[in-house]
């Protein structure tokens, strides 16, 4: 019974979350600590700025606090952070963070700091478009506890070396969700084998987002492992082959798929449509498909938006067989021969 307490007691302490408690006043000190080291432009920050000794510390506008007023949620995504953030960062000293938010700032290319291994509690983390740079320090690796990752970038900015990409999903066994976006993988052999890599471990992933990462098609084999998946943009790659796009379709609780822009050929049979009923958002434009569109595809109520603009489809279409579909908000059939 003892341990049956311990273990909700620490459990509790680590991830209650509530924006009315009590402020400790090192986190506060931290705090200013952290606002004072970044370099960040004051007049278009809606955050930091208002960072002060004024208030509650866990009311401030990016800060979540836990029961025992311990900071466990930073989200500096937008702040026009150009700086400051370094490996003795203050940053790296809030032990029982949980969450951390940095995306759309600008880092000038520096590299993401080694400190971020500090974070043994965090569960998500987000660097998306900060203009970091350079390889990913292998301390992301060790962060075991993350469910959802993203390090996505503009093209080729951040590369994975050392970890690469199977050393870091093999580490990181309870993500759920991982963006990759622009990442570049300087093993040839990863960029072929990604499918199976990331199936093997990491079968329960919701989503995936690996654009113009230089990719191949996949063994279709690979997709079938990933039962959970709903989310799959794969779009800007060299995917390819259609059966590929077929197979990876058939995964049943797929709701969101692009895999436009990948030179994908060939017709789609007749019975394409009827195997992607759960799908909502479907993106196949910029591809070389050719043929005609199967009417199957008007007996999909569950459409939100298709795109298969600028392929090579030819025939008729008759624009009244679409009212079938009354949740179509979004429709691309430019730049085919219909």
């Known amino acids: 019974m003892l341990f049956f307490i311990c273990i909700l007691t620490s459990s509790f302490i680590f991830t209650a979350h509530s924006y009315n408690n009590k402020c400790l006043r090192h986190q506060e000190i931290l705090l200013l600590q952290l606002r004072d080291e970044t370099i960040f432009n004051s007049s278009l920050s809606i955050k930091l700025v208002r960072w002060n000794e004024s208030g509650e510390c866990c009311k401030w506008p990016g800060v979540e606090c836990n029961a025992s007023g311990y900071v466990v949620s930073l989200q500096l995504d937008g702040e026009a952070i150009s700086g400051g953030i370094g490996d003795s960062s203050s940053l790296f000293r809030f032990k029982y963070l949980q969450k951390l938010n940095l995306a759309y700032n600008h880092f ?19 660097l998306s478009f900060a203009d970091f740079g350079g390889h990913v320090p292998s301390e992301i690796w060790t ?11 503009y093209f080729g900015e951040i590369s994975l070396k050392h970890p690469n990409l199977e050393m870091l999903v093999q580490n990181l066994t309870e993500l759920r969700e991982l963006y990759l976006d622009g990442v570049y993988m300087t093993s040839l052999q990863e960029m072929k084998n990604w499918g199976h890599i990331i199936s093997s471990h990491l079968p329960n992933l919701t989503s995936l987002s690996m654009v113009g990462c230089f990719l191949y098609a996949p063994s279709p084999k690979s997709f079938w492992q990933l039962h959970s998946l709903s989310i799959l943009r794969l779009d800007n790659n060299d995917l390819s082959e259609a059966h590929f796009l ?8 797929l709701i969101h798929v692009d895999l436009s822009e990948n030179s994908l050929t060939d017709s789609l049979p007749s019975s394409f449509f009827e195997g992607v009923s759960n799908i909502v958002h479907l993106d196949l434009s910029e591809n070389l498909f050719s043929g005609n569109i199967s009417h199957s595809l008007y007996a999909l109520p569950s459409f939100l938006k298709l795109d298969l603009s600028y392929n090579r489809f030819n025939g008729t279409i008759q624009l009244d067989n679409f009212q079938s579909l009354p949740n179509l908000t979004r429709l691309g059939l430019s730049g085919n021969s219909l």
Not at 109 to 123: A, E
């Open 246 to 253: 077929l197979h990876c379709l058939l995964i049943t609780k």
């Open 108 to 126: 000038n290319f520096d590299r993401i700091p080694k400190g971020i291994g500090n974070f043994t509690y965090l569960t998500q983390l987000n």
């Open 143 to 153: 962060l075991t506890r993350l469910a959802s990752l993203d390090i996505s970038n």
